[in-house]
């Protein structure tokens, strides 16, 4: 399994994190759930997102399904079954980052409809924003 998933790398350290946190007045903590086919570019969308919220002085983080492969669901492989859970593992940590007032950037093949449906409910289920791009 670990060889067809590979760490990336973000564009953003501690040190830029931690100087934005409470910059600017007022909630912005939502997720924003880029899906899509394999290489399509989600991640590259989403850590230039990161980088650029964060040059705003806005916290932001983002979720990349092969990052996240290798510790918090490197015990899942591809199944169906598997993926559902991935997505849902997923979910539950952007939302607390949303909760945070973070805007989370997950970026994540994530081919189910149920399960992003999902995503999206464990979200709303805590009024927490959450934007699906394909």
Known sequence: MHELVMFQQHNVGRDQ???????????????????GLSGAGKTTISF??????????????????????????????????????????????????????????SSFISPYRNDREEARRIHESESLPFFEIY
């Open 48 to 105: 230039a997102l990161e980088k650029k919220l964060t040059k705003l002085g806005i916290p932001a983080y983002g979720l990349d399904g092969d990052n996240v492969r290798h510790g918090l669901c490197k015990n899942l492989g591809f199944s169906s079954h598997e993926r559902t859970e991935n997505i849902r593992r997923v979910a539950e940590v952007s939302k607390l980052f949303a909760d945070m007032g973070v805007i989370t950037l």
């Open 17 to 35: 994190r931690a100087a934005i946190l409470s910059q600017h007045k007022g909630f912005r903590g939502c997720t924003i759930w880029f899906t």
